[in-house]
Antibody, heavy 117, light 108 residues
Framework: QVQLVQSGAEVRKPGASVKVSCRASGYTFTSYDINWVRQATGQGLEWVGWMNPNSGHTGYAQKFQGRITMTRKTSISTAYMELSSLGSEDTAVYYC??????????WGKGTTVTVSS | SSELTQDPAVSVALGQTVRITCQGDSLRTYYASWYQQKPGQAPVLVIYDKNSRPSGIPDRFSGSRSGNTASLTITGAQAEDEADYYCNSRDSSGYLLVFGGGTKLTVL
């Protein structure tokens, strides 16, 4: 079945970086965009950005410009999201999702990123 | 601040009909998608495009749009429909996405 499997929880200190992975299975990885969405505890969903796994083209929400990078390794059907200069406000669950633009039809279970000194 | 605006909370009596709305200028051009999220779970797509449902989504869920407002209607709400609902769509540029702030639905 179609699924996205994300890497495990991460804890980082302020100012550090984190890289989250998302492995796709059950479909052709390069045929659908991957989007990332995050959710702080008790808060709403926040769109982070998208990547086309075929071309590598990306698009990021303005608030993350300059400190976010989305990449992929097609040989293992895996997408990555790296966020740098972490602050406490980046503490959240990060979801990867498959997109039939702009509809996000398959979601990973989420990766908890905690930023704490 | 979000470019899509939702009411924070809505309630409905069991078996009745409820409409959840989402307002934004980009909705005059683009359709909204709707997601259901239950506590501790990832969101699930329930409505996309004009009024399409993914496989497995009950037909009591429907979508519509009028002007700058998109609506998710649940006809005959069930206890299991109690959840947070989020709309999303393209932003005003058309190249990025944005989510509404979410609506907490309570089924009484």
């Amino acid at each position: 079945q179609v699924q996205l499997v994300q890497s495990g929880a991460e804890v980082r200190k302020p100012g550090a970086s984190v890289k989250v992975s998302c492995r796709a299975s059950g479909y052709t990885f390069t045929s659908y965009d991957i989007n990332w969405v995050r959710q702080a505890t008790g808060q709403g969903l926040e769109w982070v950005g998208w990547m086309n796994p075929n071309s590598g083209h990306t698009g990021y929400a303005q608030k993350f410009q300059g400190r976010i990078t989305m990449t992929r390794k097609t040989s293992i059907s895996t997408a990555y999201m790296e966020l740098s200069s972490l602050g406490s406000e980046d503490t959240a669950v990060y979801y990867c999702t498959r997109a039939i633009w702009p509809n996000l039809d398959v979601w990973g279970k989420g990766t908890t990123v905690t930023v704490s000194s | 601040s979000s470019e899509l605006t939702q009411d924070p909370a809505v309630s409905v009596a069991l078996g009745q009909t409820v409409r959840i709305t989402c307002q934004g200028d980009s909705l005059r051009t683009y359709y909204a998608s709707w997601y259901q999220q239950k506590p501790g779970q990832a969101p699930v797509l329930v409505i996309y495009d004009k009024n399409s449902r993914p496989s497995g989504i009950p037909d009591r869920f429907s979508g519509s749009r009028s002007g700058n407002t998109a609506s998710l209607t649940i006809t005959g709400a069930q206890a299991e429909d109690e959840a947070d609902y989020y709309c999303n769509s393209r932003d005003s540029s058309g190249y990025l996405l944005v989510f509404g702030g979410g609506t907490k639905l309570t089924v009484l």
